[in-house]
């Protein structure tokens, strides 16, 4: 039994050592998608904190009204603020069009002062006649709303755009409370005669705390090595089904296979030292990836891979776990398919469409209903969450159980399958 | 020649389901040890599901086959033990070396170390082979696959050794060098079982031959008295021709 799983653990290593382009595709078209998308997503990560979104900012408006809009941009993360002087509306327009800016906004003339107008109208209406008859208030001209412009650079998304627009509205709330503040100020003085003193002690009276859902303290933030890094490991995991299915395929057109099945004792040992040997690649090359998102990705730029010291052994399971489900896909497509050909496409399609419903491109809550449950019978789906559980959630092994379950359950439906395919064949 | 029989087929039946006939039809079939027996027939006759069911690779739909009195689907461990198969692919890793083949081949039959050592040197050194044991099968000439696909079988010392066109599409050399050898490993007592479309081969060959044709044998006996019971035949495949046609099989 050893002597057997030994030499076919010696076979194994040999073919794959000499199989230089099986070899490349493993390893080197892996570590370039997780180059390329970590670079790649790593803006998109930054994008609204690092990497602000460049607004040109054109104030026409005298008042605090366009004062506060372009004082509260400026003080904002989110944006690096351009003011534009002496530039007319088209000029801006066109610096936008041109992508020079992401944004471009026009206070227009005369804002506060219509804003201002509105306002007193609508106070002078709620106080009775006899009270407002003793007071002036400027409601001339009003009716006429505030105007402010704003053009977007046609290759925005849609999220952005409507991040623009909800801060742009609260600085317009926060300067309509001031103003009214001050309205109020005037009507209290020139009924009262009372001067309104301004609070020394301002209050927040909402403070919205910003938080992660993370069980420790200790959370990881979430940036683009830390999605791409296991994503692409689990990728790279499933792309050995290629290979396996091939070596399968062609140990049966070779008559190799014919030949082992009529050798003495099983052929399991046989089996089992092909998916030993696979098995191990997918450590391989697990380890590679997560060395390269400690050491190398840093060197390049990138935000380095945080793996802290007690998530190690949850992630040798997990890793566990995504080997054998990959093995067992692996020994299934190579069993049923005929061809090199068919094999090598289909499995590849089918670890790409895997890939996709397990959420490696687009994250799974950003899916329809219907995809976001078929997600859940995708075996990339179980490792991605397993893999974010414990580098993200910090959940340590009893978060990842479940999928750690379901990765060895889908390995073993795998092997049942091609065996009961075999049996039924053979018979 | 040792009159026990070293294979005995009793109403053999192979029945493919995506196929209307049976590949193998009732047959019946007893090979002595010693023989070196020849199943002939045209393409899709039945000859290669024949010796499948004799190696266990497949099971009979019905029907039952002894190996030296062991009834084969019961006994498939034991039946292993004592058979050796060569089949008609090149059956090995274009990628390995000839001895990284034997090696793997020679483990598979639970030989391994010194012993495993001797026996590859010695059947490379018999074939010729021995000083381009160390590159790998893809660069081999067909001759000097079909040679280590033969050796393959060969490791173990089998007491029947089955081979499925062992000399298809190799020179004239590999051939008569294949062909002398088997005569040489017959003489020492294995039994073989072979299969050809060479009807000149298995006339000079044989010592009995097999016609099978739609799954049935046809015909039986040994070469040279077969041809004296057919006066317009004055060759093995004359004979064929006569049994099983001259339309085309594909």
Redesign the interface.
């Given at each position: 039994m050893w002597t057997k799983f030994i030499a076919s653990v010696k076979k194994e290593l040999l073919l794959l050592i000499r199989d230089i382009p099986a070899l490349s595709m493993l390893f080197l078209m892996p570590v370039t998608l997780v180059l390329v998308m970590t670079m790649l997503q790593d803006s998109t990560f930054k994008i609204l904190d690092e990497q602000r979104l460049s607004i040109i900012i054109l104030n026409n408006d005298t008042g605090s009204f366009g004062k506060n809009i372009v004082k509260g941009l400026q003080a904002s993360k989110l944006f690096k603020v351009t003011t534009a002087h002496n530039s007319s509306v088209d000029g801006l327009k066109s610096k936008v069009a041109k992508g020079k800016f992401t944004i471009g906004i026009v206070v227009n003339k005369g804002a506060t002062q219509s804003i201002t107008k509105n306002l007193n109208r609508e106070i002078y209406h709620q106080f009775p006649e006899e009270i407002t008859a003793a007071v002036t208030l400027d409601t001339v001209g009003a009716g006429v709303s505030a105007k402010v412009d704003v053009f977007f650079d046609p290759v925005i998304k849609y999220s952005v755009k409507q991040s623009v627009l909800s801060a742009l509205r609260e600085f317009s709330a926060g300067v309509e409370s001031e103003i009214i503040y001050s309205t109020y100020a005037s009507l209290f003085k020139q009924l009262l005669g009372v001067e309104m003193k301004k609070s020394t002690h301002p209050v927040q009276l909402v403070e919205i705390h910003e938080q992660k859902a993370a069980t420790e303290a200790t959370s990881t933030i979430p940036n683009s090595t830390q999605h791409n890094v296991p994503a692409y490991t689990l990728f790279a995991i499933f792309f050995i089904v290629i290979p396996l299915a091939g070596n399968i395929i062609k140990e049966r057109t070779s008559g190799v296979a014919l030949r082992l099945k009529t050798m003495p004792g099983s052929v399991v040992p046989s089996l089992l030292g092909k998916t030993a040997v696979y098995f191990f690649l997918g450590f391989i090359q697990a380890t590679v990836m997560f060395l390269m998102g400690i050491f190398i990705l840093p060197l390049m730029g990138l935000p380095q891979l945080n793996i802290q010291s007690n998530q190690w052994m949850a992630l040798l399971i997990l890793t566990f776990a995504i080997s054998m489900a990959a093995t067992g896909y692996g020994i299934l497509i190579g069993t049923i398919f005929t061809s090199q050909t068919q094999a090598s496409i289909f499995g590849s399609i089918s670890v790409v469409i895997l890939a996709a419903l397990g959420g490696i491109w687009v994250p799974i809550f950003m899916m329809s209903d219907l995809m976001q449950t078929l997600s859940r019978f995708s075996p990339l789906n179980w490792g991605l969450h397993g893999y974010y559980n414990i580098l993200l959630r910090h959940s340590g092994i009893s978060g990842i159980t479940t999928d750690v379950f379901l990765l060895l359950g889908f390995f073993m439906v795998s092997v049942l399958g091609a065996w009961l395919y075999q049996k039924r064949k053979k018979g | 020649m040792n009159q026990q029989p070293a294979i005995a087929i009793v109403d053999l039946t192979k029945q493919y389901a995506q196929s209307e006939k049976p590949a193998v039809d009732g047959l019946n079939l007893q090979i002595m040890q010693g023989e070196i027996f020849g199943l002939l027939g045209p393409n899709g006759a039945g000859k290669t599901t024949t010796v499948?069911m004799l190696?266990?690779?497949?099971?009979p739909t019905k029907g039952l086959i002894y190996i030296n009195g062991k009834e084969v689907s019961e006994n498939q461990?034991f039946i292993?033990?004592r058979?050796g198969?060569v089949?008609?692919?090149?059956?090995?890793?274009?990628?390995?070396t000839a001895k990284?083949n034997l090696?793997?081949?020679g483990?598979?039959?639970?030989l391994?170390g010194k012993t495993l050592q001797n026996k590859i040197d010695y059947w490379l050194d018999a074939f010729n082979l021995g000083d381009k044991s160390k590159k790998k099968i893809k660069t081999y000439s067909g001759g000097m696959k079909r040679r280590i696909n033969l050796i393959?079988?060969l490791l173990?010392n089998p007491e029947i050794l089955f081979l499925d066109e062992p000399t298809v599409g190799i020179d004239v050399q590999s051939k008569n060098v294949i062909i002398e050898f088997l005569k040489e490993l017959n003489k020492q007592g294995t039994t073989i079982v072979y299969t050809s479309h060479h009807m000149d081969e298995a006339e000079n060959f044989c010592s009995r031959i097999g016609i099978i044709d739609h799954g049935k044998i046809i015909a039986k006996g040994a070469p040279a008295s077969l041809i004296a019971q057919y006066d317009d035949c004055n060759n093995l495949e004359d004979i064929f021709l006569k049994l099983t046609g001259r339309t085309l099989r594909d």
């Open positions: - | 499948s190696c266990t690779h497949l099971e461990l292993r033990n058979i198969f089949p008609q692919d090149i059956a090995l890793y274009e990628e390995l990284e090696h793997f081949f483990n598979m039959f639970g391994k393959a079988g173990h």
